[in-house]
C-alpha cells in the first residue's frame, strides 16, 4: 500500500492505494488565523472501503496526515468526531490525539 498525495488550494488529499485501487482517503485542511504565523491543519473526511477496514489503512492515513502537517510547520491537528463514534474517539487517541474541548455545530 502507498499513500498518494493531492495538492489542492487549502488542502491536501491523502489517498491510500494498492495494486490500482483506492482503499480509502482523507483531507488535511490547512487553516491560517491570526493568533498563529503557522496554519493548523484539520483532519477531515476519512473513509475506508469497508472490505479494508480493520487493516491499517485508516491509521496509514492519518499518521501520513500528521506528518505531512509537521513538514508544511502545522502548529497543530485538529481531528473532530461526533459523541457517538466511541471507536472513532478511541482510534484518534491510539494514534497520540488527546480529547482537548468541544465543537459546537451549526447545520445550514
Known amino acids: 500500500m502507498t499513500i498518494q498525495k493531492e495538492q489542492k488550494h ?6 491510500a492505494v494498492e495494486n490500482g485501487e483506492e482503499l480509502g482517503a482523507m483531507y488535511l485542511y490547512l487553516i491560517q ?3 498563529h504565523k503557522e ?7 476519512l473513509l475506508v472501503k469497508e472490505e479494508h477496514r480493520k487493516k491499517g489503512v485508516g491509521s496509514a492515513l492519518v499518521k501520513e496526515a500528521i ?10 491537528v485538529i481531528g473532530t468526531s461526533r459523541f457517538s463514534r466511541e471507536n ?13 474541548g468541544y ?3 451549526l447545520d445550514l
Open 39 to 45: 496554519p493548523y491543519g484539520l483532519l477531515e473526511d
Open 33 to 35: 488565523n491570526d493568533s
Open 10 to 15: 487549502n488542502a491536501v488529499r491523502l489517498s
Open 103 to 105: 465543537e459546537f455545530r
Open 67 to 76: 506528518a505531512e502537517a509537521k513538514r508544511l510547520k502545522c502548529y497543530k
Open 88 to 100: 472513532v474517539h478511541a482510534f484518534y487517541e491510539k494514534l497520540g490525539l488527546k480529547k482537548y
